[in-house]
C-alpha cells in the first residue's frame, strides 16, 4: 500500500462526490474521483489504486458491471460498494460479484471512514506472510489441495486445469480462515473474526455463506458436491485438502 493510499471514488453525484473527497483528503488519503462507469474502469487499469469506492446506479456501466470487469481482468483491488439499493439480493449480488463490502445510501460519514479504515488494514494484513499455524503448518507457504495451489501471500492461484486466477482480499481472508484449522469445524463467527475488522456492522451469516459459495464454485468440481470445503452442519464449514 502507498505511503498516501489511492482511492478511486467513483460516484455521478457531484456534491457528495465532492464531500467524500474532501473528507477522505483530510484523513490522509488521496482521492482520485470518477463520474461514470467507463472512467472508473480506464483509471482501474492504470494500476495503483489501494481502494475503491463505487457506487451502483452510474451512467455507462452501472457499478455492478465495473466490479465484475475488475475481477474478470484479475483486479484485486478492494471494492466498497455505495448503493441507493437496500434489499438484500442486491447487496448479495454485489458481494457474489467480487464486493469486498458495501454500505447503503444516505450514510453516515463516520460509518463510511470506518469501513474504508477497515477495508485497508485488511488488505494490508492479507498481504503479510502468514506465521505458521501448528502442525502441519495450515498457511506456510502456497497451499496446495486437489490440484490447485494458492499463495495467501498474493491472493494468486493456478487452479487445476492450469488457469491462472486471482483470490480478493475477502475471499483470500475466508479461505485462510478455514485452511488454519484444516479438518476442524469452523463456525461462521470465527471466519467474521478472521476476515473482516471489528469496526462497523458485522457481515450476517448470508455474506458468509455467499463467499463460501464463491470460493466452491472456483475450487469445486461440482459446488453442489463439495470436496474440499465442506458445510459443518449446525456450526459453519471444514476444509479438508
Known amino acids: ?70 475481477r474478470r481482468s484479475g483486479g484485486k483491488v478492494p471494492i466498497l460498494f455505495l448503493t441507493a439499493k437496500g434489499r438484500a439480493e442486491d447487496r448479495c449480488r454485489g458481494l457474489e460479484l467480487g464486493g469486498d463490502d458495501y454500505l447503503s445510501k444516505p450514510f453516515h460519514l463516520k460509518e463510511l471512514l470506518s469501513r474504508v479504515r477497515a477495508l485497508l488494514r ?28 494458492v499463495d495467501f501471500r498474493t491472493g494468486d492461484c493456478t487452479l487445476r486445469t492450469g ?12 479461505l485462510r480462515a478455514l485452511v488454519e ?18 469496526t462497523g456492522d458485522p457481515p450476517t451469516a448470508r455474506t458468509i455463506d455467499n463467499f463460501i459459495l464463491r470460493l466452491r464454485r472456483r475450487f469445486e468440481d461440482d459446488p453442489t458436491r463439495p470436496r474440499h470445503i465442506l458445510t459443518a452442519f449446525g456450526v459453519g464449514y471444514r476444509f479438508v485438502p
Not at 480478493?168 to 481472508?173: G, H, L, P, R, V
Request: overall charge negative.
Open 163 to 174: 488457469e491462472r486466477d486471482r483470490l480478493t482480499d475477502k475471499e483470500a481472508a475466508v
Open 122 to 149: 485488511r488488505q494490508a494484513w492479507s498481504r503479510e506472510t502468514p506465521a505458521p499455524a501448528p502442525a502441519p503448518p495450515a498457511s506456510a507457504g502456497p497451499v496446495r489441495f486437489g490440484g490447485h495451489e
Open 1 to 70: 500500500m502507498s505511503a498516501r493510499p489511492k482511492i478511486l471514488v467513483v460516484e455521478d453525484e457531484e456534491h457528495l462526490a465532492e464531500g467524500i473527497s474532501l473528507n477522505l483528503d483530510a484523513e490522509g488519503y488521496e482521492p482520485i474521483l470518477a463520474g461514470s462507469g467507463l472512467a472508473a474502469l480506464e483509471r482501474v487499469k492504470r494500476g495503483g489504486l489501494d481502494l475503491v469506492i463505487l457506487d451502483v446506479m452510474l451512467p455507462e456501466l452501472s457499478g455492478f458491471d465495473v466490479c465484475a470487469e475488475i
Open 181 to 198: 484449522k484444516r479438518g476442524e469445524p469452523v463456525s461462521r463467527g470465527e471466519i467474521v473474526e478472521r476476515a473482516w475488522d471489528a
